[in-house]
């Protein structure tokens, strides 16, 4: 991953624990965060921070991203909604590590980089 994206920042939801470094990162295990916001089970501050993401993510697309629970043949996984169309959409497939993630069919680690546009 660091010699394909030559030490460029690498964006994610649920890989933190593969990353070298913390880059003030809002969700973790985003298809959880995302349906507690919209529930808006955790109040409205919760709530409000997620929309803040949803919409900086928008408008900022990273140029690369890292996916770690992904079923690649559903094309789902643990991300927010809004990263799953935006990596079905507007990005394509860099790397791909072994299918050995056995919680989702077999799915594994996937480097995705953002089409030009």
Do not use: C
Not at 14 to 40: C, N
Not at 41 to 60: D, R
Not at 76 to 88: E, F, N, S
């Amino acid at each position: 991953v660091a010699s394909r994206t030559g030490g460029r920042p690498v964006f994610g939801e649920d890989t933190h624990l593969f990353k070298r470094k913390y880059r003030d990162e809002f969700v973790d295990s985003g298809d959880v965060a995302a349906v507690i916001a919209t529930s808006r089970y955790f109040g409205k501050n919760f709530t409000g921070t997620f929309q803040t993401y949803a919409t900086t993510l928008a408008e900022e697309p990273p140029q690369f991203v890292i996916e770690g629970m992904l079923d690649q043949g559903a094309f789902t996984g643990t991300m927010t909604p809004q990263l799953t169309d935006m990596l079905k959409n507007h990005y394509t497939l860099a790397l791909q590590g072994p299918g050995n993630l056995l919680a989702n069919g077999g799915g594994g680690i996937a480097l995705y980089e953002r089409k030009a546009e």
